[in-house]
């Protein structure tokens, strides 16, 4: 029974939950025991609610009574601990958050509770959310379900582990550079970013603020698409969050492709890609075929540009945004009890010092050398600038097909410890995922396919703005013919 409990996607657990075919609390107290039974050997969640089981009381008592309930009443969710959640420890995986409570709720976990969704706590992350692989965590290194050896992926690690070892049915990540859709791909899920301003910002821990946005992480298509319409729209505490209304996008899932135009960018596909990688991208283009798609080649020149543009905005954001972080109002504050301050310079680098982790500390410097005079028109600037040229690349581009297919990484999962000394190559892992937060656009990962050593590989798809169920489409057509959902991670069977 636990199994089949947890083995059930958010769709169908919600149906019967509203059928009253089993209870909220029944539910919830299965993937609980599931994260009693692995969390010690996945490290999927940094705090785990006390209240999960109280949370699904109520939607009980609410079905008894007749009352009304959400479209996801019920379903437990796993959150990103990049969310603000009133009451519930909230530590973007820092030792300068490490005891932080607040007194506020994201949005995004707002319009969640909303809807019936219950909240089974924060899951672990690349510190701050910089990092490809979860290794960067204050709280220790988080571990792929499917192999305990490899990484997760990054900065969203925590969120997939949880979905992919059936700690939680969904869970909700942060999308940088990539961080919802590569760790979707290495963990065997559907991770989706929306359109920059679908969803609003507003509680989520800063990182970047040009290039952030929220979205699910889950075991099909179409719990992603019914997540993403509980959590989109516009909300007056973000100003930058679209005015725009939300599709029915999960009522609205069809396999039938006939018309639809898939780009195949060469700039993708050249030297550097995996072989399983590349052998798992043409099948899915087979398939995508043979639904009625027409395959169409494209250029995309500055592509070999995405990464560094990235890695100087992103840097430049994270310096301002991380500035707030000084040991004074709230955050990490060294002991100064046996030996204080000479001055304040001293005292905000021991604060700083003690509570950022290397790699934040390696981001905050590039920033704020490329922001500083004399360097930020030949840095900043001039990345803001190419930038504007990607976006309008990709605005050509969607000019000749509805979608784009393409790798979501160059290689499946890699080993625990091989990239966290070389950051270069650890950045060049993000080659096909940037180019979306750069441009503002729409991007997924879909599950496709498995390496010769069975560690899973998924495909991405790209959309122009605002056009989600394009992809979302393209993206089910390839779900339901491989028909992989029920795939088990090894690891925990």
Request: aromatic share 8%; proline share 4%.
């Amino acid at each position: 029974m636990s199994k089949n409990i947890t083995e059930l996607d958010l769709s169908t657990l919600v149906e019967k939950i509203g059928k009253k075919e089993i209870s909220a609390e029944k539910v919830t107290a299965e993937f609980k025991s599931q994260i009693e039974k692995l969390n010690t050997r996945i490290n999927a969640f940094i705090t785990v609610s006390d209240d999960c089981l109280s949370q699904a009381k109520e939607i009980d008592r609410r079905l008894a009574n007749g009352e009304k309930v959400g479209r996801l009443a019920g379903a437990p969710i796993a959150i990103k601990d990049m969310f603000c959640t009133k009451g519930l420890r909230t530590t973007a995986a820092s030792k300068m958050l490490r005891n932080f409570v607040p007194t506020y709720s994201a949005t995004v976990v707002e319009r969640l509770r909303a809807e019936g969704a219950i909240v089974m706590g924060k899951t672990n992350q690349d510190e701050f959310a910089m990092g490809s692989s979860n290794e960067t965590s204050h709280f220790g290194a988080c571990r792929n379900p499917w192999n305990f050896d490899y990484v997760p992926g990054g900065s969203s690690g925590g969120s997939a582990a949880a979905v992919s070892a059936r700690m939680s049915c969904a869970a909700v990540g942060t999308d940088t550079g990539g961080s919802i859709r590569q760790p979707a791909n290495f963990c065997h899920l559907v991770g989706v970013k929306p359109t920059y301003g679908r969803v609003s910002r507003y509680g989520i821990v800063a990182f970047a603020s040009s290039l952030d946005q929220a979205g699910p992480m889950t075991r099909t298509v179409r719990d992603a698409a019914l997540i993403l319409e509980v959590i989109s729209g516009h909300d007056e505490k973000d100003t930058t969050s679209a005015t725009k209304d939300v599709p029915k996008w999960s009522e609205n899932l069809s396999a039938q492709l006939r018309g639809m135009k898939i780009g195949m960018p060469v700039e993708y596909f050249n030297h550097g890609i995996a072989d399983d990688v590349r052998a798992t991208v043409m099948r899915a283009a087979d398939i995508l075929k043979a639904q009625g798609a027409e395959l169409v080649e494209l250029s995309l020149p500055l592509t070999k540009f995405a990464v560094p543009i990235y890695y100087l905005i992103a840097t430049c954001e994270a310096s301002s945004n991380l500035a707030r972080y000084d040991g004074v109002r709230y955050g990490h504050r060294a002991d100064f009890s046996k030996q204080a301050a000479a001055d304040l310079e001293e005292f905000y680098s021991r604060n700083r010092g003690e509570g950022f982790g290397s790699e934040v500390k390696r981001r905050i410097v590039l920033g704020t050398y490329a922001l500083s005079s004399g360097y930020y028109d030949a840095y900043y600037k001039k990345a803001c600038q190419v930038r504007r040229l990607l976006r309008q690349d990709f605005i050509e581009a969607f000019k000749k097909c509805d979608v784009i297919l393409s790798p979501a990484s160059p290689t499946p999962a890699f080993k625990i410890g091989e990239r966290i000394d070389n950051p270069l190559e650890m950045y060049l892992n993000d080659i096909y995922t940037t180019s979306a937060n750069l441009a503002g656009i729409p991007g997924m990962s879909v599950p496709a396919g498995f390496s010769h050593n069975k560690l899973p590989i998924g495909v991405q798809f790209l959309a122009a703005h605002f056009e989600e169920q394009k992809m979302l489409n393209a993206a089910f057509a390839i779900e339901q013919n491989l028909k992989l959902t029920a795939e088990v991670p090894y690891a925990i069977q």
